[in-house]
């Protein structure tokens, strides 16, 4: 399996989801599990039911290695003053590194006229470093006869708007339906731009042409690599499924933006926090510890005197295969309860933290996750899957005893 994906569109109750081909790829092609929010239960109004779907939407949230969403609002209109937990906690989320994919068409507009809390999804743009705007974005060049507007627009490489070739590779022009003027912030790079003559943005409330205000960057997409991860905005249709309009015309789709939209799952997958890239990291981290825990023994103790004074059970175990005791042979259990038998002089170095708590924390780690780190098929039997909390607080462990060693090393 690839990686966990949540959708956060909700869909109405007994309506088909707009999305089921982008579903499909994630599944199929790429072999993901792709998690879906159901709609919320009783309109949203309080009741045991409600609790008991926010609880689970809860769960989904903590457990997505991916977010996408492609546009639905619903999540926030229909479940009430559960929405602001919500927008918290995948702000966390995207804060502590899960990649996020977002479509954003005529939202500015589109929230005004719903019931969605405007605070907690300006919250969630906040934290992407983006800005959609009413103004739409208009072709000068592909349009009907006799229209004066076209709002589905082709953006091609040749025009010199399309800014990232590897994301775009292969791909040699952007189909999408009714795009809006998304305006970024400095920490985000455009993905696709709008230059004059061959587009215009379009103020709809006026019909007139707006011009902007100087130094504003304008793009109808953008990326950026914020906290260590990758978030795509797009302020146009690309992605949903195929559709037509009320004049019986098709609307841009995933169809025809099928290679981009492999590149950008690609990109996603490539940033996803899975449980196997959480337990190497934490493998890493563990490597690191160790060693660092190996450092301060021999420079605050020293090797002769770690051998004359071994804690009984630490020197049974060091004999086994030989008569005097190879520390080669010593566990991460042995070298931590030999750091506390010489508490006396190490504890010096640990200024932060008692021996009662240095204890407890190597306890938990060696009777916890170091299993499952030393033996990765006992892990895989077990079902066990790490997470960004195990490498958290495997870091926070590192961390004591890294700033130890600068204070056990002289300069």
């Not at 605050?300 to 030989?322: A, F, H, M």
């Not at 080669?328 to 008692?354: R, Y």
């Amino acid at each position: 399996m690839s990686a966990k994906i949540l959708m956060l569109d909700l869909r109405w109750r007994g309506h088909e989801s707009l999305n089921s081909e982008f579903v499909r790829m994630c599944e199929e092609q790429f072999g993901c599990e792709v998690l879906e929010i159901e709609p919320v239960p009783n309109d949203g109004r309080p009741t045991e039911e409600v609790e008991s779907w926010a609880r689970t939407t809860d769960s989904l949230i903590d457990d997505a290695e991916i977010f996408v969403w492609l546009g639905s609002t619903l999540l926030f209109e229909y479940s009430g003053s559960y929405g602001d937990s919500f927008a918290t906690r995948i702000i966390e989320k995207i804060q502590m590194g899960t990649p996020i994919l977002l479509q954003c068409q005529n939202w500015k507009s589109e929230i005004r006229q719903s019931f969605a809390p405007l605070h907690s999804i300006e919250a969630i743009l906040k934290c992407l470093a983006v800005h959609p705007t009413d103004i739409a974005v208009v072709s000068r060049i592909h349009r009907d006869e006799g229209q004066k507007h076209d709002y589905n627009c082709h953006f091609t490489k040749s025009f010199g708007v399309i800014r990232d070739p590897r994301l775009f590779r292969d791909v040699s022009k952007l189909d999408a339906s009714s795009p809006t003027l998304l305006i970024y912030d400095d920490e985000m790079l455009p993905l696709v731009e709008v230059s004059y003559p061959e587009y215009e943005a379009i103020d709809k409330r006026t019909d007139l042409v707006w011009v902007g205000e100087l130094g504003i960057h304008k793009c109808i997409a953008s990326s950026s690599y914020l906290y260590d991860s990758v978030q795509l905005v797009f302020a146009a249709e690309l992605f949903s499924d195929r559709r037509k309009s009320g004049m019986g015309l098709d609307f841009p789709n995933i169809e025809n933006n099928r290679r981009l939209t492999e590149n950008i799952i690609e990109e996603l997958i490539s940033f996803a926090k899975t449980s196997k890239k959480y337990q190497l990291e934490t493998y890493r981290v563990f490597d690191a510890l160790e060693r660092d825990m190996g450092k301060i023994l021999r420079f605050s103790v020293g090797d002769e005197r770690i051998i004359e004074t071994l804690p009984e059970l630490v020197r049974s175990n060091l004999t086994r295969y030989s008569k005097a005791p190879d520390m080669s042979q010593a566990t991460f259990n042995d070298i931590g309860k030999i750091i506390l038998h010489h508490w006396t002089v190490i504890g010096d170095f640990f200024p932060e933290i008692s021996r009662r708590d240095m204890k407890s924390k190597l306890y938990q780690l060696n009777s916890g996750n170091r299993r499952y780190l030393a033996h990765p098929d006992k892990a895989e039997r077990n079902f066990i899957e790490f997470t960004f909390e195990d490498v958290e607080e495997m870091r926070e462990l590192r961390t004591i005893f890294s700033r130890a060693l600068t204070l056990a090393i002289p300069a």
